[in-house]
C-alpha cells in the first residue's frame, strides 16, 4: 500500500454538489482511495439513513488494492455541511427518563437487558468489556489523558474515578455541555487541531468510535502524536470492515452508519497509517465484546425500527440474543472476526 504520508489530495478541484433545499447536504465526489489513491469500486448504492434520517442516499467504494480495502463514502459530505447528518443524532436526543416513565415497552427492554447482563458477567466477554469502557487504560499509572470525541463524558468520568487527569475535546456542543453538566468535566467544544494543546502534554490520547467521522484521519492521528508525550499511549476503537458484523449484515450492517462514518477501516489499513504518522510498538486486534449492541443496532436497521407490538419485540429480542453469541462464536474462531478494531501505539 502507498505511504499515506505521501497522499495529499487537492479537494479544491473535487466536484461539489448544490443542495436544493436547506436541508439536504452538500457533497463532494471522492472516486479515489484517500490512503492509497487507487480507483474505488462500488460496494453498496442508493442507502438511505434509517437511523437517524438524514438526508440523501449514499454510496460506499472500497478499494480494490488488497493490501488496503479501505472503505468510504462517496459522495461524502463537506466538511462545513456535515452537522446536518447530526441533526437528530442521538446525543441530541432528550435525556431518558426513568422506564417507569417510559411504559411497558422500556420496562421490558430493562427487565431482559439485567437478565443478559447477569449471565455475561459469567463469562470472559464481560471482563473484556470493562476494558473497552475504560478504552485500555486499566494497565497504565495514571496520568494526564486526553479523549477525543469525549461524547457525554462517562468514559472520562471513569478514567477520572481511577486517578486520571482527565480533559476531553468534543466537536458537538450540546454533547460537551452534558459532560460538563453531568459530571464536572473540563471539555474543549472545536476541533483538536483548534484547543492548542501544547506539545507532549498528555500520557494518553484516547478515542471510541470517532476516526470514523472525520475528514482528515491522518491529520487526526498526526495531531495526536504531536500532543503525546514520548511513549505516551494512543487507543483508537473504530467499526471493523472485515468483522463477523460486516459479513452478516453487509449494508445494514451498523458500521455502515452513513453519511456519518466518512472512512472504514480494519487492522490492515490502521497499521500502516498508524506507523506513517510517527508511531511506534504499533498493535490492533478485534473485540467482539460490545457485539450485542451492534447486533441490535443492525437489526433496527434490518428489519425497521418502527415496529412496536409486543410479539415482533420479542422475537427480535430473541434473535440479537442468538446473533450476539454467533458473534462470539466467530470472535473465537477467527482474531480477525471481531466487530471493533481496537489501535494502540505509542508516541
Known amino acids: ?29 471522492f472516486p ?39 472503505i468510504w463514502l462517496d459522495p461524502m459530505p463537506i466538511e462545513s455541511e456535515i452537522g446536518k447528518a447530526y441533526k437528530n443524532y442521538y446525543t441530541h436526543a432528550p435525556q431518558p ?28 466477554v464481560y471482563a473484556e468489556r470493562g476494558q473497552l469502557e475504560i478504552v485500555y487504560l486499566g494497565g497504565l499509572p495514571p496520568g494526564r489523558v486526553l479523549e477525543i470525541g469525549c461524547g457525554d463524558g462517562h468514559r472520562l468520568a471513569e478514567l477520572r474515578a481511577r486517578g486520571w487527569d482527565v480533559q476531553g475535546q468534543e466537536v458537538d456542543e450540546d454533547a460537551a455541555a452534558q459532560a460538563r453538566k453531568i459530571f464536572g468535566l473540563p471539555v474543549f467544544c472545536g476541533h483538536l487541531h483548534q484547543a492548542g494543546f501544547r506539545d507532549h502534554e498528555f500520557d494518553a490520547v484516547v478515542m471510541n468510535h470517532v476516526i470514523e467521522h472525520v475528514h482528515d484521519p491522518l ?8 500532543i503525546l508525550k514520548h511513549g505516551g499511549q494512543l487507543v483508537s476503537i473504530t467499526p471493523n470492515t472485515k468483522g463477523w458484523g460486516h459479513a452478516r449484515f453487509g449494508p445494514c450492517w451498523i458500521g455502515m452508519d452513513r453519511p456519518r462514518h466518512l472512512f472504514l ?23 467482539a465484546a460490545r457485539s450485542a449492541s451492534t447486533v441490535g443496532g443492525s437489526l433496527r436497521v434490518e428489519r425497521g425500527e418502527r415496529i412496536r407490538d409486543i410479539w415482533p419485540f420479542i422475537t427480535r429480542a430473541i434473535r440479537q440474543a442468538v446473533l450476539h453469541i454467533e458473534a462470539l462464536m466467530a470472535r473465537h474462531r477467527d482474531p480477525d ?9 505509542r508516541g
Not at 219 to 226: D, M, Q
Not at 266 to 279: H, M, N, V
Open 97 to 124: 427518563t426513568s422506564p417507569e416513565k417510559n411504559g411497558w415497552m422500556e420496562r421490558a427492554k430493562e427487565a431482559l437487558n439485567r437478565v443478559y447482563e447477569f449471565a455475561l458477567r459469567f463469562t470472559p
Open 1 to 29: 500500500m502507498t505511504d499515506p504520508g505521501l497522499l495529499a489530495r487537492d479537494r479544491s478541484v473535487e466536484e461539489v454538489c448544490v443542495p436544493t433545499t436547506e436541508f439536504e447536504i452538500k457533497v463532494r465526489s
Open 32 to 70: 479515489t482511495c484517500y490512503l492509497c489513491g487507487a480507483v474505488g469500486t462500488l460496494l453498496y448504492t442508493n442507502l438511505s439513513d434509517q437511523l437517524f434520517g438524514a438526508p440523501g442516499t449514499w454510496n460506499f467504494k472500497r478499494c480494490p488494492d488488497p493490501s488496503c480495502g479501505l
Open 219 to 226: 491529520a487526526l492521528l498526526k495531531e495526536s502524536k504531536r
Open 337 to 345: 472476526a471481531g466487530d471493533e478494531c481496537v489501535l494502540s501505539a
Open 265 to 287: 477501516f480494519s487492522r490492515q489499513t490502521l497499521e500502516p497509517i498508524a506507523l506513517a504518522c510517527g508511531f511506534h510498538d504499533v498493535k490492533t486486534w478485534t473485540t
